[in-house]
């Protein structure tokens, strides 16, 4: 397995944790400042400020567990593309929802720039 793919996959693992959490700073590290998502709708918007503040701890239900699968990723040297499907579970019901993730590096640092969620 290539370094490149063990990064990401660490990366990856602490998005998930993240959510159980939850845990806001690890989305404010991860997420770049510009970030752009594509959200279920369609419609891109700026990520950063709406995912970290969505995971504020007393901001609604929390999952109570967090599954990840199907996850493949491309490797381009400073870029990787990831695509999972992640299902969700909490006190509202079970979510599956899939997901695109570019991650670029930067200055020795992994970072989200891009991404779309699609149900």
């Not at 990064?7 to 700073?25: H, N, S, T």
């Not at 279920?40 to 990840?68: C, L, M, N, S």
């Amino acid at each position: 397995m290539n370094i490149v793919r063990q990064e990401i996959e660490a990366l990856e693992e602490r998005l998930r944790l993240a959510e159980l959490g939850p845990d806001p700073g690890v989305f404010e590290e991860l997420l770049a400042d510009d970030a752009m998502l594509v959200g279920p709708d369609g419609r891109p918007f700026f990520a950063k400020q709406k995912v970290v503040e969505a995971h504020r701890p007393g901001k609604g239900p929390k999952f109570t567990r967090v599954d990840i699968a199907d996850m493949q990723i491309v490797d381009h040297d400073t870029v990787a593309v990831v695509t999972c499907t992640g299902t969700f579970e909490g006190p509202h019901g079970t979510l599956s929802l899939k997901f695109l993730r570019v991650w670029m590096r930067k200055n020795a640092r992994w970072r989200i720039i891009a991404g779309s969620i699609a149900q």
